[in-house]
């Protein structure tokens, strides 16, 4: 893989601060977002593959997570909000229009994106969305998160003290991240998953029907919090939508080169074409 510059940046959406990490160069714009509590670090590997094959990729901590402000009003928090935040990531860094594209919560803000502002979406990267089928392992897994959070925040503080203590240098990439996700502010944390949960999740399914930009859905077997199914119904809703299984849950952590290359192409067939939208406008008056 070729060298990319990366750069670190910053901007501000209601008055917080949120941080950002820009791989690349050129008009080929990809936003890529982190999963529930998880730092923007994550996608560094797929962002720096993107890069090299001339992608301008560019990956974002949302409010409450990573480098980003974490304030503690669950108000703040909702994938709505969260889809708001890229907007202005993209006013601010004068792109037009990107893939968008993440992980769980990630994929989820992706489909919120191309909801409430279609024209800025070149197509849709979902991996592991958070749909239908995910409610009740959802719950299971961070209700009781909110729960030691809310109620005995003492535990959030011990985990993260411990988990700061490891020199990120001396362990795999993956196990920083992991130690990077531990690294959590008790109250923060809990208005980030109560502001999720109570709020508007997705875009409903008749929204998600009317999303004309193309998307690679990424579904893994065996994942009960982001069941296989639901990526690959996301993929049958969406009009332009295709479905692609991972071979395991650890597949584009552990043998990402498959993946990175389908990712690769989607990216550069979102570019290569009009968009969906624009080409229509243009085949409008010869239909007549």
Do not use: K
């Not at 411990?162 to 996700?181: K, M, S």
Request: proline share 7%; net charge negative; hydrophobic share 45%.
């Amino acid at each position: 893989m070729s060298l990319v510059s990366e750069r670190i940046g910053q901007f501000f959406h209601d008055g917080h601060r949120l941080e950002y990490t820009e791989y690349g160069g050129g008009e080929d714009w990809v936003v890529l977002l982190h999963g529930q509590l998880m730092p923007r670090r994550m996608h560094e590997p797929l962002a720096r593959h993107l890069a090299s094959q001339g992608a301008h990729v560019v990956t974002l901590d949302l409010l409450g997570h990573g480098r980003s402000d974490r304030p503690d009003d669950p108000r703040l928090y909702s994938v709505t909000a969260f889809a708001e935040q890229v907007v202005t990531l993209l006013d601010e860094l004068g792109a037009p229009a990107a893939v968008v594209g993440g992980t769980s919560l990630g994929a989820n803000v992706s489909l919120e994106v191309a909801a409430i502002a279609p024209d800025r979406v070149r197509g849709l990267l979902c991996e592991m969305p958070v749909l239908d089928n995910a409610l009740e392992a959802g719950i299971l897994a961070f209700g009781p998160m909110l729960f030691w959070a809310r109620f005995v925040p003492v535990t959030v503080r011990a985990v993260r003290r411990v988990t700061r203590a490891v020199p990120r240098g001396l362990v795999p990439f993956w196990a920083g991240i992991a130690l990077d996700t531990c690294d959590q502010r008790p109250a923060a944390m809990a208005a980030t998953i109560h502001g999720i949960f109570f709020g508007r999740i997705a875009p409903a399914s008749a929204t998600r029907r009317r999303i004309e930009a193309p998307a690679m859905v990424v579904g893994h077997p065996s994942d009960p919090i982001h069941p296989a199914a639901d990526a690959a119904m996301l993929a049958a809703e969406l009009p332009h939508g295709e479905f692609v299984e991972a071979q395991s849950l650890l597949e584009w952590r552990a043998r990402p080169e498959r993946l990175h290359a389908l990712a690769a192409d989607f990216v550069s067939r979102c570019f290569a074409t009009a968009p969906l939208q624009d080409a229509g406008r243009t085949a409008s008056p010869t239909a007549r």
